[in-house]
């Protein structure tokens, strides 16, 4: 007699449930709650799911557990095993699947640590000119009667063959140039590196007589909570891969003034810090060299982006300066450095940095870097350019003046801070609409193209299930709740009643909106709570008070357009960033997306030395505006929570859309906003 | 009854032996042999004779030790105790005086492994024009409106008030920026680093406020055998102390060419030479910072001078190459770099290092140092310059043409390969007499200024006894006991017979000249073996053939001058060496001492940039003569084995001196000179 079911238990986690036989133990896991990775979306190439079954009994578990209770070892499994090894007693969690009571044990490194991160690299041409070039070069023989060192004479070579006089070489160099030299018959490539100003070029790396391979650099996004690194070929700026991590430091603070104030409450916190940050950074690299199988060696530069705090921590300078006005900065100039000065040790040995010049001690060289990327300084037409993160900078202008600004939007954006919230990974909820006539929602997760009431999604997304809301997705949500009537402009949600769904239920003595109930399948219940509003509020008008404060000092109403950039800038719709009022009013259509340009600029600085030149000289031009100590900011910031705050000052938004004009505040103190600190 | 001596057991070497009741334990120590260490020579000031007497029973020894087996705890203890501190249970070994039978424990830190290294800074003047300097500033505050970083405002406030612009700075600097200014209420002291060929200046060290201290550099003379290190103040180029220890090298080969030789064997030996050289010569540094007391911090730059092998294993370089034609040094030029690229981690974090530029693949930046001290290349007669250790650099020349070569002539004028021979060290024999007519010897150790026949002599040297001959003395030794006519100019020692004297003993097959027999008291045998008249015949042959060499490019046979340097060159005396034929004839009174020529010039381009700019140019000027691969070498080296080699090749020294025309040949096979083999 066979059941239709079988008992799973997860160890270490201890998590346990009946579940379909023929079941594949990652669906089992997702279904389960339980910490399985996967990248390939199991289809048996990633290999991350790997799970060790066990069989016999386990007494402390009440359980025998028979030999096959795994489905066969398959094709798959054979094929990646037979190429990349899989250690014994391994399975892999997306192909075997359940056929009876099992005990499986999810290995340390099967357990989610990761996520998907949504900084990928935005697709754009880009002028090449790298910093560092290969050369071949012919270099004379000892002659023991004119006796001269192998550098001498590479120097000699290179001056007369390539006109690159007076190289500056460390001990690094010597140790290889002579075997090199000797190997090559007296011919060797080398990789040597040019100062955009005018500087010393440095001799990077000697390989013997002719190397067919390319050069690789990093573009370096270093976020608050998420860092991406873009693997990119310096001979075509060809992005072969990116690889992004969870900045570690969030366990110090999510925000930056939480880090900072970390630092205030524990001296010398900034020095963990730092060797937190650059250890994820040399992991990226490690990584990203071995997943696109090249030579670490093979990568000779980086360049960084980030914000102030991050670039004083990346550099292991204590931030606690911009924490407080007037919010010095150590150092706002370019810097040019070796790599292995911000930890960088597992690429090249003789690799260079560069950072991007800070504007100011809130706007940093993310924001020089949105600047390279998007040319406001070139720009004909008033643009505003946000790029939102967990702290958003902010442009405005045109070829004749430039504004920045920061504003500490918070981590709600990336998904944090609110109750169903996750960082985008899949099974997070990413677009949502709902039904101004039903309230019926419907959405999309990340991992599959199918919407919800699409036929076919409930397998779509069977091993990744419905987990959560992503960053996108909760300012998508909330929009919709608001254009469905589900919440009125001070941002309430509405009872049952109010509203006529049941999908409005109490909440303490609050509403939350169920967007989605897994919770009959042992999944999750996903809801929009009043505090998550209350968060995007926060969030929104920081944004909106930051471009305000801008306008203001321009003073314009309306910029010609808007630019929406940032880890998931691409991912918002304008309607919806402005039916929330997250940015003023524009022509729907002149509102449109950079993806990521901090992460773009990175690259634009990574494979052209001019861009380089080019923004160390623009970003003097660029006029800071502190938000930190402007009384009108906090003013706008104030003005800015209802949803939109004032339709008055959305014309256009109003002509294509009008909100249904409702009040949900029954005089009840059961919620209110609460005020961000900074 | 009580004793008139007492047994005396040292752990953990257990040497043992009855010494006289009252002798002080470091007393007994040297009369047993054991390895107990002393500096100030017993005065109760270096502390380096601590040693922890045991009391009770010592069963394995078959002894009880009673409680006042030493002497009661001193006046010079106590004061040593209270103003640095005694371990508990440790005595002064020159203080505690043996009263009966004892035990006595030499801890390791009191065992000798060092020397008292003869690389004394000579007292030269040096024009001062330091590298690093220190500079006041006062910084504009940082301004929110208008902003910019500290390092910034510093450079801005640089350039205005000092005219230094573009300072160039590390993340080392950034991070003590900021605290250094606010400290200093925007004003700070800072070290900045110039470079002579007109390079980025480099900022190395910030202070806030005035900073009322002195900046400090080490001049580095790297030998094969000696490590010397002088710490010099920059602001008047005072040398406050100098230090020297044994290279650890040693262990790896005795010369250059052993441990060359030692790397072909053993792939990846030369890591590990690298970083043995490199742990010494920090802890060289921190050892001369703690003794003249000042911070670590204060020494900010370091200038090497040394043989291209050990320049090469400093830099980290393999140096094959310089075992085999065509002697290719990977690097020949100056190198600037930051201090910690050759180990020096316990200086200044942001310190830079100097070495100077190398001549040719055998002719190094320690020949380069000794021209850039002694000047060949403004000369108006002509020089010959013989830098003197387990290697020689000889330079000839004028201001119109200097020639440079080297030549391994082996560390037995250092006192190794001697059979009496030891490192220059308290107890050595330094200068030794032989009456020609009694045969009869006397001599200096070091540690005292008497003769061996001067009244007090033996008190003299009750606590260091006699132990051997440094290198000064074996020479001295050798050209003595040819004077006296103990030595035929073939080099053979007459038997006593032949000699007269009893002085001159059977030894195997050969003779030895007895020097010293402190053996009824329990000391050393100091002899003058036919091996070690063979080993000076050897070594003194290669000075002398590079001499020969250098003179045959100028076509003259005799020097207008002749310049003795190097470690023990300061020692020599100019008849004894021209007695043995170390160097060509020349008028005795034109023979002059350097000292420790490679040293200063190390001094000289520590403490004046214009100097490092001036070697660098007379480098290429130097034409290099190799030595390994001419024929002629050789035939000089065989033809320069007579002592001195043909007395019509030594005119002036015949003026003076006469020598015993004495033959000891007696046909037979005993002894015959080995060839030394590159």
């Not at 998508?476 to 009537?485: K, N, P, Q, S």
Request: aromatic letters at 4%.
């Amino acid at each position: 007699m066979t059941k239709d079911t079988a008992l799973v238990i997860f160890t270490p986690s201890g998590k346990r449930g009946e579940v379909s036989v023929g079941t594949p133990v990652l669906t089992a896991a997702r279904q389960l709650g339980v910490d399985l990775d996967s990248v390939c979306g199991g289809r048996g190439i990633c290999s991350k799911c790997q799970v060790s079954p066990g069989v016999g009994q386990f007494s402390k578990h009440g359980l025998t557990v028979a030999e096959d209770a795994l489905s066969d070892w398959n094709a798959v499994e054979a094929r990646y095993d037979e190429k990349r090894g899989l250690k014994e007693g391994r399975r892999l969690g997306c192909q075997a699947c359940i056929q009876s009571d099992v005990v499986i044990d999810v290995p340390p490194e099967s357990q989610v640590h990761k996520q998907v991160v949504r900084k990928a690299a935005a697709i754009r041409d880009i002028k090449m000119d790298p910093a560092t070039r290969l050369y071949y070069v012919e270099v004379r023989e000892p002659d023991m009667h004119e006796p001269s060192g192998d550098l001498q004479r590479l120097r000699e070579a290179l001056a007369r063959d390539w006109d690159i006089a007076d190289i500056d070489a460390g001990p690094g160099i010597f140790r290889k140039l002579q075997p090199a030299l000797r190997k090559g018959k007296w011919a060797v490539t080398i990789a040597v590196w040019q100062d955009h100003n005018g500087g010393t070029p440095i001799l990077i790396d000697v390989w013997p007589g002719y190397m067919d391979a390319r050069l690789y650099g990093l573009a370096i996004d270093l976020g608050s909570t998420t860092i991406a690194a873009h693997l990119c070929d310096l001979r075509n700026g060809q992005v072969l891969g990116s690889a992004g991590v969870m900045n570690p430091q969030i366990r110090f603070g999510e925000d930056l003034m939480s880090r900072v104030s970390y630092v205030m409450m524990n001296p010398g916190g900034d020095v963990e810090m730092t060797s937190t940050v650059r250890a994820a950074l040399d992991k990226l690299a490690a990584e990203l060299a071995e997943e696109y199988n090249i030579e670490p060696r093979q990568i000779v530069e980086a360049v960084v982006v980030c914000n102030p705090v991050m670039h004083h921590l990346l550099l292991g300078i204590d931030p606690v300066e911009l924490g407080q006005a007037p919010f010095a900065l150590a150092t706002s100039d370019a810097i040019n450095m070796g790599a292995g000065e911000i930890g960088l040790t597992t690429i090249n040995e003789g690799a260079r940095a560069y950072m991007l010049p800070c504007i100011a001690g809130h706007v940093g060289a993310d924001c020089a870097a949105v600047a390279l990327s998007e040319t406001p300084y070139t720009s004909e037409d008033l643009v505003l350019i946000c790029d939102v993160g967990t702290n958003a900078e902010i442009l405005l202008g045109t070829k004749d003046r430039v504004l920045a600004c920061s504003s500490p939007t918070g981590p709600a954006f990336e998904g944090a801070q609110i109750s169903s919230g996750q960082r985008a990974a899949p099974g997070a909820i990413e677009h949502i609409e709902i039904d101004p006539a039903t309230k019926e929602p419907r959405f999309r997760v990340i991992g599959s193209e199918l919407w919800s009431d699409d036929p076919g999604f409930p397998e779509a997304i069977a091993t990744t299930g419905v987990t959560g809301i992503c960053g996108s997705g909760i300012i998508e949500a909330v929009a919709e709740m608001r254009m469905a009537g589900l919440l009125d402009p001070s941002g309430l949600i509405g009872s049952a009643e109010q509203t006529g769904t049941s999908r409005n239920i109490p909440d303490g003595r609050t509403h939350s909106y169920v967007v989605w109930d897994g919770t009959t399948d042992g999944g999750a219940l996903v809801t929009v709570t009043q505090g998550d509003i209350r968060a995007i509020q926060l969030a929104k008008s920081a944004l909106y008070a930051g471009a305000r404060l801008l306008m203001d000092e321009l003073e314009t109403d309306v910029p010609d357009r808007i630019v929406l950039a940032g880890a998931f800038g691409a991912h918002i719709s304008p309607k919806h960033a402005m039916v929330l009022g997250m940015i003023p009013d524009c022509l729907l259509d002149k509102v449109t997306s950079a993806g990521n340009a901090a992460g773009t600029g990175a690259r634009i600085a990574l494979c052209d030395i001019s861009a380089r030149a080019r923004i160390e000289r623009e970003v003097h031009r660029i006029q800071k505006v502190e938000t930190a100590i402007e009384p009108r900011f906090q003013e706008h910031f104030v003005a800015a929570n209802a949803i939109p705050h004032a339709t008055a000052e959305f014309p256009e938004l109003s002509k294509v859309l009008s909100l249904p004009d409702v009040s949900f505040n029954t005089g009840g103190s059961g919620d209110r906003v609460r005020r961000r600190r900074r």
